[in-house]
């Protein structure tokens, strides 16, 4: 018919090939990060300072640790790499996950070291990337974040949504945080209605997603001048979507 009517539609046909790429490599994406995970959490098992520091300074119980799929990423600038490799992935597959990192003399490290390291789901429980932090305080920076792939868009995804959506019914609210340990904490203290970003500022995306769930947002920023500003942002972008979250100012 278009034919006949002399109508251009090909700016308007799917492409096929193009769309069963995508979800090749999306798929590829959650099996690898599957499989680091894995890693992760058998490495934790064998280094105590970062079992101490999760348990004494962090009062995390084992049950805890388990739930949320918190691991440890070793020293080592080629185990993860080797291991995955072993799994059939290339060297190339596994820097587009954001896992290695070509140096200048063409070799592949890997990108997360000497960090605890916190799986980020997707809403249907993939595991789509990882947030690192220092073991070391001393270490720069303190966090380290997976970078965007197929299957991570970080204005789309937000750290516990997959946990928080089951109890927001329950509890009419979703709260808005900065951080994974955030978000922990906050589940250890019978909140587990949490959420935090992973590597970017509260986006209109993050907000619309929220809707889906609940119109009943809190926010819970520092109370620094970094904090403050970033819950302003948010205000902003949420008025937008006639949303109005409540503040919540936690004692000096």
Partial sequence: MANDARIDISTYEY?????????????????????AQQFFVDELATQTDALDYLHLKRHLSDEMIKEFGIGYAPESHYALGQFLKGKGFTE??????????KGQNTDYYTFFRKRITF???????????FSARV?????????????EHAAFEKSK???????????????????IVEGQMDVIALHRLGFPIAVATSGTALTEQHIKLLKRYTDNLYLLFDSDSAGQAATLRALNIAYQYDLFPKKITLPE
């Fill in 157 to 175: 995804v937000l750290y516990g949504l997959n946990r928080a959506k089951q109890y927001v019914t329950q509890h009419n609210a979703i709260i």
């Fill in 119 to 129: 799986p980020i789901y997707d809403t249907m429980q993939n595991i789509i990337g």
């Fill in 15 to 35: 492409d096929h090939k193009k769309r069963d790429g995508q979800t090749d490599s999306k798929e590829k994406m959650k099996r690898i990060h599957k499989l």
């Fill in 92 to 101: 190339a597959d596994l820097a587009e996950a954001s896992l290695l990192k």
């Fill in 135 to 147: 073991l070391d305080p001393n270490d720069n920076p303190k966090y380290l974040n997976s970078a």
